[in-house]
């Protein structure tokens, strides 16, 4: 898919604030500093459109970036942090969680897992609400380029193993590198199938 454009259209401090439209949406959510907003950046080929950080907790709101005049990507602050503080941590999980059910056009969440890592309590929790809260999800695991193919392939199984413990059928999923450019036709194409269903 092509992106022909792309732009920031605001921020929200809680989903009411949100544009007002019809049009679909797509949104990235994950523990602090798994790479939502570099990933939104590789895949709309604009650095810099969303702001990241080495530290966690740089994105506090929910931003909305208009891509091609026909839908958005959404960029959403990270959950579970520590060092953010027990009030702002429910701050976000509450902004987080009431966006997501309460958005009527958002179609899909993608849940960003660090791909060098063993199931985190926090991330397996999340996906179960979502699967309880019937709403679409898949997982992208990133920054992939830390590692050997073989190792994250290896972490890629691990996961599995965990969701099959709760999940029937798997979702789907992809592994992605912001750095190295990589699982990026993958996730527009997914993006574009669901939007032209
Ligand atoms: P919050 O907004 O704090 O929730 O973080 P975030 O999930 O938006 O993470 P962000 O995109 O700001 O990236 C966090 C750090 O990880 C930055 O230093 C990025 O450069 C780095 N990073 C993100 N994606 C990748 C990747 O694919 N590979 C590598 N090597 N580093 C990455
Ligand atoms: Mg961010």
Known sequence: MDIKSATFVGSAADYKKCPETPLPEYAFIGRSNVGKSSLINMLTNRNGLAKTSSTPGKTQVINHFMIN??????????YGW??????????FNLMIREYIQKRPNLQCVFVLVDSRHEPQKIDVEFIEWLGNAQIPFAIIFTKADKQTKTRTLANVATYNKQLKKTWAELPQEFITSSDERTGRDE???????LRLQ
Do not use: F, H, S, T
């Open 69 to 78: 005049n026909q839908w958005y990507l959404v960029d959403l602050p990270g």
């Open 82 to 91: 520590a060092k953010v503080g027990q009030a702002q941590r429910e701050k």
């Open 187 to 193: 996730v527009l194409g997914y993006i574009e199938n």
